[in-house]
């Protein structure tokens, strides 16, 4: 079955870093754009961060550019987001996912993990 895996979330105080994976299993996704996406309690999915199948074009959003980087490694089928100078707001569960267009929007991605929960706290 295809399947992808997030790690690394945790719990972590304000301007802490953090380092999420994202291993994808039972399909190659190389092809693919891969992207992040986080969910807090009553709120609605967002949009964090995309990267390219080239491994080099990438898209974030506003709330975390400059803060968040995305990358991949195609040959591990992986991809990872390393988030410094983290805030409360950033607190929620993180996914990743995998679509074949190169986009910011959540009805283009087709596959998602079961998420990793990151706590921004004191």
């Known amino acids: 079955q295809v399947q992808l895996v997030e790690s690394g979330g945790g719990l972590v105080q304000p301007g802490g870093s953090l380092r999420l994976s994202c291993a994808a299993s039972?399909?190659?996704?190389?092809?693919?754009?891969l992207g992040w996406f986080r969910q807090a309690p009553g709120k609605e999915r967002e949009f964090i961060a995309a990267?390219?199948?080239?491994?080099?074009?990438?898209l974030y959003a506003v709330s975390v550019k400059g803060r968040f980087t995305i990358s991949r490694d195609n040959a591990k089928n992986t991809v990872s987001l390393q988030m410094n100078s983290l805030k409360f707001e950033d607190t929620a569960v993180y996914y990743c996912?995998?679509?074949?267009?190169?986009?910011?929007?959540?009805?283009?991605?087709?596959?998602w993990g079961q998420g990793t929960q990151v706590t921004v706290s004191t």
């Open positions: 039972g399909r190659t996704f190389t092809t693919y754009t």
């Open positions: 996912s995998a679509s074949r267009y190169y986009s910011s929007t959540d009805r283009n991605y087709d596959t």
């Open positions: 990267i390219h199948s080239n491994s080099r074009s990438t």
